[in-house]
């Protein structure tokens, strides 16, 4: 059967895992359950599988794809972070895997009334939980010029924030920008994009929906509560699709890696200690030629890999 999103690195994320003997596992963004459903064949002897989703559609496409290991699963709806904590409640060190394969899925960014896509008409929404009362529509027509160029240039990297924000504040007195396409054209109209073959509302979409969903934060607070539900021995492996994910995950990992703790800000003293990672993934795992040719989207992905001490 057809899944309307294609797992990334689905090989090197079997092969992070492949020495294991794998009792309890959690995939934190279960999105279509394709990278579950792989761990779980490959993997007979796992207990139990936990799955989270923020986005409730993705949990029921995935709940039905992994019915065949009903016994073994269990799915919560919610932020991951929030998620980890509430597990770390029922015990530490239990889990001798965990994956994140953070962002969007294609079911996300392909349905147009999700408004993630510059390319598609739809509602500026953004929302990966439905449930949440913020969108983008509300962030671009009611943040203030300032807050709105911080978001671009923090969240988007964009060269161009104090533009794309001063647009937007016009445009906006106008009337309200209400759907993808509007803001889109917008963009098109007053900044330029850095490469010609890039639309150039790409980095404005990204930081929107970095806001949105508050995507960063949920990274840096999960990554700490994952490491203490790891067994010795346990491994992590996150999959990140932009620059601002790769930091968190790669400083995280390096940190956790030193045998030495600064005492206090620079010029202080360091004290030695045990590290509490091991990374595994010197540099991170990209797409081969042959799977970016078969799907675009893993082009931008890496995987960073690291094994509890
Ligand atoms: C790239 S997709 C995962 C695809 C999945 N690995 C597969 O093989 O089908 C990312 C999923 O993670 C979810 N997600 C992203 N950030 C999240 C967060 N902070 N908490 C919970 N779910 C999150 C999204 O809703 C989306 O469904």
Redesign the pocket.
Known sequence: MD?P????L?EEVLESFKPMQIHRFI????????????ILKSHPEIEQLVG????QS?LKI?SARLMPFSGKTRFLH??????LGALLKEGEGVYDGI??????????LDEEERGFSFREEGPLDMR??KSNPLTAGIIVNTYPEEELGWIFREWGEEKMWRKAAQAIVKARLQSPLNTTKELADLMQESIRSRKPQIHAATLVFQALRIAV???LK??DE?LPIALKLLKKGGRLAV?S?HSLEDRIVKRFFQKESLDKESTSGIGGLFIDREPSLKTLTRKPLEATDREVADNPRSRSAKLRVAEKL
């Open positions: 899944y999103h294609i797992s990334v689905k995939d934190g963004t279960l999105g279509a359950g394709g990278h579950a459903e792989a989270i989703d923020r986005d993705a995935a919610a932020q991951f972070s929030n998620a994956l994140l394969d953070l962002g969007v899925s294609s079911m996300q990966m939980d969903n508050d995507e949920a990274i999960a999959i699709f």
